[in-house]
Structure formats: structure tokens, C-alpha cells
């Protein structure tokens, strides 16, 4: 792997090979480095893919309850291997995204990823409306194709989004403050789904409408941010 265009032998501003005759400007880590942390771009990624871990996380650690207890499916084995549905099909959906960034979106991952994350969004209120008691392989396909979306989306966001807008000899670093806040994402899914599923005056009818509504939020910032980018260049 290469920190940027520049260094695989192509320039961004001719469009071509890089006249390896021409002398290249000083580079340095460190104003590399301090230019990412001042980057509204990756910070912008950062909170969409906070938004994203809300439904990612939320739903990877309460699914397994969810299905025993609310949905009714069995022991807690039964609950868990239906769970499993949910990140096996992110890891083709991951593919997917990936492929299709690469062959019909090379300008920027940012219309993908959005995409992914409004059929995710859908595909989810889909699922919790479906009864598993009267429709169940309806609604495993439903959780299937959620997971699919929402994976696939989200892992781009933490993974190759910042290769896009990072900057040259930072790209590392920029990945890692857009995991962090990811993370911090993740965090308050974990402990805020616990507790509005323990709240009798909420409870589960919430938690998959709040999970698509942060899906939302993460594509239309991501939208934001696709406009002023692509303005910007």
C-alpha cells in the first residue's frame, strides 16, 4: 500500500504519469499529520461513521436478546445462530461496496456508502415490522439483506473513505481518528440500546427506528460532505 496517487507514480493534477525528472517538494510527517488533525473532512467522516456504529454495533451486540427474549426464538443458541446472519451477510456486503467503489464509482466512495446506508436504513424498518413468529425465513432474509447494507456501508467509512481524503503521508492517521470517534459510536450504542430496552416506556419498539434514523443521519452528513468535496475539487 502506497500513502497517495503521488506515490504510485500518478499525479492528481495532470491527470498522467509523474515526470519523475521533476523535483518533488519537500514532505514532511509531520505537517502531514498536523494538516489531517486540522482537516474538517476527516473529522466530518468521523461523526457520520459514529452514526453508522450506532445501528452497527447497536444491533451486533443486542440482536442475540432481541430475537430470544422479544422476538420469541427459542433458546438463546437458536437466537445467536439467526444473529449470525447479520454480520456474515455485512462481510459480502463489505465485498460488494468495495467492488462497486472500485469499478463504477472511482471519483469518490461517499455516493456508494451513502446508498448502502439508506437501503440499510430501510431494510431495517423493514425487519422489525415483519412478525419471525408467522414469516420467519421473511424476516432472517430481511435481517440478512439489513446486515448486508449496513456493513458494507460501514466499513468503508472506517476503512477506505480516508484514503480519499486524507492527506498524503497521513493517510494512517486519518484512519485512525475517523475509527476513534467510530468508536465512540459504538460505545454509546452499546450502553444507550441497553438502556432504552431495559425502559418499560420504550423498549424495543425504539430501538430499530432510532438505529435507521442514525443510518440517516450518517448518509445525509456523508451527503454534505460528497457536496462541499466535490465543489471543493
Not at 515526470?19 to 518533488?24: F, H, K, Q, S, T
Not at 468521523?46 to 451486533?60: D, E, I, K, P
Request: hydrophobic content about 50%; glycine content about 12%.
Amino acid at each position: 500500500l502506497v500513502d497517495s496517487p503521488h506515490d504510485a507514480g500518478w499525479s492528481l493534477e495532470t491527470n498522467g504519469p509523474i515526470d519523475r525528472a521533476a523535483p518533488r517538494p519537500p514532505h514532511s510527517h509531520k505537517d502531514a499529520l498536523r494538516a489531517t488533525l486540522r482537516s474538517g473532512w476527516i473529522w466530518a467522516a468521523g461523526v457520520a461513521g459514529a452514526f453508522t456504529s450506532v445501528a452497527f454495533y447497536g444491533l451486533t451486540f443486542w440482536l442475540p436478546n432481541y430475537l430470544q427474549v422479544r422476538a420469541g426464538q427459542g433458546t438463546q443458541l437458536t437466537s445467536a445462530t439467526k444473529a449470525m446472519l447479520f454480520p456474515l451477510a455485512g462481510c459480502l456486503g463489505g465485498l460488494a461496496a468495495g467492488w462497486i467503489s472500485d469499478h463504477w464509482a472511482k471519483k469518490s466512495k461517499m455516493p456508494v456508502i451513502m446508498g448502502f446506508m439508506i437501503a440499510g436504513a430501510v431494510l431495517l424498518w423493514t425487519f422489525s415490522i415483519i412478525d419471525p413468529a408467522q414469516r420467519p425465513w421473511l424476516n432472517a432474509l430481511a435481517l440478512a439483506f439489513t446486515g448486508f447494507f449496513i456493513f458494507g456501508g460501514h466499513v468503508h467509512i472506517v476503512g477506505t473513505l480516508t484514503m480519499d481524503l486524507g492527506k498524503p503521508g497521513a493517510a494512517g492517521s486519518a484512519t485512525g481518528i475517523v475509527n476513534a470517534l467510530s468508536n465512540l459510536g459504538g460505545i454509546i450504542a452499546a450502553i444507550g440500546t441497553g438502556k432504552i430496552v431495559e425502559n418499560e416506556n420504550l423498549g424495543w419498539p425504539w430501538v430499530f427506528p432510532l438505529c435507521a434514523l442514525a443510518c440517516l443521519a450518517g448518509a445525509g452528513l456523508l451527503g454534505l460532505l460528497c457536496y462541499a468535496w466535490r465543489k471543493r475539487r
